[in-house]
């Protein structure tokens, strides 16, 4: 568990997820989903190198983590989520990023009101 929030490891979990979750595909990132039959959220977040140098991506999955961290007790428990950043993730503040997160997770039906 790392800031509060329970993290996603093992490369055999975001492999499940690519294959058999759904996607919400948005221009600031890409959020997939699925059940995980538990009564919490786990979240991994990836940035590949088309994101940039190393601090781009480094930024891209620190906006991300920080706008899932405080939106958290909004979104509906039991899911396993990935959030992957896009190439303008870095360059936009995490308010944007936050607000786009909710509004997507919102028309999928995965918050709590």
Same mark, same amino acid.
């Given at each position: 568990m790392r800031h509060g929030v329970e993290t996603i490891c093992k490369d055999r979990m975001f492999r499940r997820l690519?294959?058999?979750g759904k996607s919400i595909?948005?221009?600031l990132f890409?959020?997939?989903y699925r059940r995980n039959g538990l009564d919490?959220?786990?979240i991994g977040i990836? +940035?590949?190198k088309t994101i940039g140098i190393a601090v781009q991506r480094n930024r891209a999955r620190r906006v %991300?983590?920080?706008a899932y961290r405080l939106s958290q007790n909004q979104i509906a428990k039991g899911y396993d989520l990935i959030l992957v950043a896009r190439t303008?993730?870095?360059c936009v503040s995490m308010n944007v990023i936050q607000q786009e %997160? %909710? +509004?997507a997770l919102k028309k999928e039906g995965l918050l709590l009101c």
């Open positions: 690519y294959r058999s595909v948005k221009p890409v959020v997939y919490r959220n786990r990836t +940035a590949s %991300l983590r920080e303008r993730t870095s %997160l %909710l +509004a």
